[in-house]
T-cell receptor
Framework: AQKVTQAQTEISVVEKEDVTLDCVYE???????LFWYKQPPSGELVFLIR??????QNEISGRYSWNFQKSTSSFNFTITASQVVDSAVYFC??????????????FGKGTHLIIQP | GAGVSQSPSNKVTEKGKDVELRCDPI?????LYWYRQSLGQGLEFLIY????????KSGLPSDRFSAERTGGSVSTLTIQRTQQEDSAVYLC??????????????FGPGTRLLVL
């Protein structure tokens, strides 16, 4: 079984500050995929990034960056120069490379990010 | 192109009634997933389809829940004899194909179910 832990329930920062959302995972599988999704107040889950377990390169996309460290089973997400539009609930998720398995995504509980103007 | 669509967007029903939730995946996506999001349980995986087939139904919360998919496209999640604990947002997602879970899942807006 898999487990994803997002220890930060809620984070509040002032606009333009940098903020890091933590994600720690547990899995017995050697091959797996990690994801981050954003859920704005409208409710729809928006895909942000997918990363496989063999690729530990950090990734940057505009103001967003992700730090994957297999040694600590962490996949943290940093928003640089935060904006009010970044306010949302962010979910980290994991799915094993399971061949014929029937697993869906295992989600963390989410981190509610509030960006104050 | 169009994303995943779900209907209805909101459903209020009385305890004991049956409800049907519908999901239209992204055109060309062969894999389809159902999840449930509730305050107490967070996001839970329910079931997935590859084509019209659901290999494992063990994620469904009880035997009151069933799901089907026809024509490799539209899927229906049915809850019989609804209970108050069924109140939640039901999310559908689709992916291009279910290659051992490697494909990105794209989510619909969800159906918010309230059982009175």
């Amino acid at each position: 079984a898999q487990k994803v832990t997002q220890a930060q329930t809620e984070i509040s920062v002032v606009e333009k500050e940098d903020v890091t959302l933590d994600c720690v995972y547990e899995t017995r599988d050697t091959t797996y995929y990690l994801f981050w999704y954003k859920q704005p107040p409208s409710g729809e889950l928006v895909f942000l990034i997918r990363r496989n377990s063999f690729d530990e390169q950090n990734e940057i996309s505009g103001r967003y960056s992700w730090n994957f460290q297999k040694s600590t089973s962490s996949f943290n997400f940093t928003i640089t120069a935060s904006q009010v539009v970044d306010s949302a609930v962010y979910f980290c998720a994991l799915i094993p490379y399971s061949g014929g398995g029937a697993d869906g995504l295992t989600f963390g509980k989410g981190t509610h990010l509030i960006i104050q103007p | 192109g169009a994303g995943v669509s779900q209907s209805p967007s909101n459903k209020v029903t009385e305890k004991g009634k049956d409800v049907e939730l519908r999901c239209d995946p992204i055109s060309g996506h062969t894999a389809l997933y159902w999840y449930r999001q509730s305050l107490g349980q967070g996001l839970e995986f329910l079931i997935y389809f590859q084509g019209n087939s659901a290999p494992d139904k063990s994620g469904l919360p009880s035997d009151r829940f069933s799901a089907e998919r026809t024509g490799g496209s539209v899927s229906t999640l049915t809850i019989q004899r609804t209970q108050q604990e069924d109140s939640a947002v039901y999310l559908c997602a689709s992916s291009l194909r279910r290659l051992a879970g490697t494909e990105t899942q794209y989510f619909g807006p969800g159906t918010r179910l309230l059982v009175l």
